[in-house]
């Protein structure tokens, strides 16, 4: 196959009217895709921290009360609970539950934006927490979400969100663990090895051909002409790297 040709053909008006009308089908299967799947409560995790862990051998010669009780392990948990979806969903019961050793402390439910009469009501039993909240207006048409805010005594990271009703599911956005968060660097690292390799194959033996631009050449046509990709393609991992890696990694240390 000569690839050559085909990157020719993919440059020329005919080709990029296919791009252009391939792109355009993809975008419309997309958003059909996201209409079938149903109204979704989105529960996203913005802050996972151990404010304070004790090891057992100091356990004795440190103090630490919340309101006049002991704490060993104080941990916060922040969320976000939105609707994803274009129709408001009402009688919303999510629940958090915790590991068998945690106890929950308190938990604060703020709205945005503050709408009059609305509250959220909120029922704990040691590891256990329920939030019922009346209704959740679209989070794109009306920017309507909770964050609720908990402390707990013990470890933040083995908590499981559950909920459901008529109509609509719960879907659990978490922030990732380290080890995760290093398998996407690694990834991404590929990603830019990988895509410099093909610009190497393919797209600069074409602009050899196409502006007769010799390989050992060092202008500013060739700046201009052969490093664009390079710099789109480094950018596009960069900001992908900054968005998928250095984000989480801040919220899931950010105690």
């Known amino acids: 196959m000569d690839y050559h040709k085909i990157v020719d053909w993919l440059l020329s008006e005919a080709g990029a009217g296919w791009v252009f009308g391939g ?37 004795e010669r440190i103090s630490v009360q919340f309101d006049n009780k002991p704490v ?5 948990l922040v969320v976000e609970l939105f609707n994803r979806s274009s129709q408001a969903i009402t009688d919303i019961g999510a629940t958090l539950e915790f590991g068998e050793d945690t106890v929950i402390l308190v938990c604060i439910c703020e709205a945005t934006p503050k709408i009059t009469g609305f509250e959220v009501a909120t029922e704990s039993s040691q590891n256990r927490l329920l939030l019922k909240v009346p209704y959740l207006n679209s989070i794109r048409q009306h920017g309507h979400k909770i964050k609720a805010y908990i402390v707990i005594d013990g470890s933040v990271h083995n908590v499981e969100p559950s909920g459901g009703g008529v109509g609509w599911s719960l879907h659990a956005v978490r922030i990732p663990t380290r080890r995760q968060v290093l398998k996407r660097a690694g990834l991404l690292f590929g990603l830019l090895i990988a895509g ?36 789109l393609l480094s950018v596009g991992v960069f900001a992908l790297f900054i968005i998928w890696v250095m984000v989480p990694e801040a919220r899931r240390d950010a105690g």
């Open 72 to 76: 060993k392990n104080l941990g916060i």
């Open 196 to 231: 410099l390799a093909a610009l190497n194959r393919f797209y600069n033996p074409l602009i050899e051909r196409r502006f007769r631009i010799p390989a050992n050449e060092f202008s500013l046509r060739v700046l201009l002409v052969a490093s664009i990709p390079t710099i």
């Open 23 to 59: 792109l355009s089908l993809f975008a419309l299967m997309v958003n059909w895709f996201r209409q079938r799947r149903g109204q979704r409560i989105i529960y996203r995790e913005v802050v996972k921290a151990s404010v304070l862990s004790v090891r057992e051998s100091f356990r």
